[in-house]
């Protein structure tokens, strides 16, 4: 069955510093993957999504960027953060379903405060 | 470009009572759309689906969606609320071939015993 991991679960981090939130997928193969952002009493919004190896695309621009170094591998990462960027992150995957859209299968997600 | 708009942040209802939360689309191509719950401190789960087979879609734990394509509305409804249906719901809009998919702000629904 396919699982997937996302950490780590919580993080507290000062204004500036980097960030490495990983996230990855097992069970299956050549999945898409997707990073959103749920900020407190808002909805989820897409930061960046992933269809193979290395291919990469960006909703929203901001200091964060999103890497796929390997299949089942999605990592986001900041070399600055910013107060704003505190929420809760999470990592999801679909299938490739050719003409039809997948259901969308979550982590638990990485809550990520920045004092 | 497509988006979705929920129309109410909130929703209270009685339980026993009839449950609508309302969701409008828009998109270029035929979309497809889904229902995602989230309860308090738990991750998101899938509660039904449209794909461009029967407009009236059947979901889990008795909720329904009807697609209007004429209205651009994806509505989710239930007969009778419980109170264990108290959670946030999501409606999500996704394109041609489900490369790009995109939330809702969300709908809070509270259940009063």
């Known amino acids: 069955s396919q699982t997937i991991h996302q950490w780590p679960a919580t993080l507290v981090q000062p204004v500036g510093s980097p960030l490495s939130l990983e996230c990855t997928v097992e069970?299956?193969?050549?999945?898409?993957l997707y990073w959103y952002r749920q900020a407190a009493g808002r909805g989820l919004q897409l930061l960046f999504y992933?269809?193979?190896?290395?291919?990469i695309s960006s909703e929203v621009p901001q200091n964060l960027s999103a890497s796929r170094p390997q299949d089942r591998q999605f990592i986001l990462s900041s070399k600055k953060l910013l107060l704003s960027d505190s929420g809760f992150y999470l990592c999801?995957?679909?299938?490739?379903?050719?003409?039809?859209?997948?259901?969308?299968?979550f982590g638990e997600g990485s809550r990520l405060t920045v004092l | 470009a497509q988006s979705v708009t929920q129309l109410d942040s909130h929703v209270s209802v009685s339980e026993g009572t009839p449950v609508l939360l309302r969701c409008n689309y828009s998109?270029?191509?035929?979309?497809?759309l889904f229902w995602y719950v989230q309860h308090p401190n738990k991750g998101l789960q899938l509660l039904l689906k449209?794909?461009?087979?029967?407009?009236l879609v059947k979901g889990i734990n008795g909720f329904e969606a009807e697609f209007k394509k004429s209205e651009t509305s994806f509505h989710l409804t239930k007969p009778s609320a419980h109170m264990s249906d108290a959670a946030e719901y999501f409606c999500?809009?996704?394109?041609?071939?489900?490369?790009?998919?995109?939330f809702g702000a969300g709908t809070r629904l509270f259940v009063k015993a």
């Open positions: 449209y794909t461009s087979a029967a407009t």
């Open positions: 992933s269809v193979g190896i290395g291919q």
């Open positions: 998109s270029s191509y035929s979309p497809s």
């Open positions: 069970g299956t193969s050549n999945p898409n």
């Open positions: 999801a995957w679909s299938s490739w379903t050719g003409m039809i859209a997948g259901e969308l299968f």
């Open positions: 999500v809009v996704s394109d041609f071939g489900g490369f790009k998919t995109i």
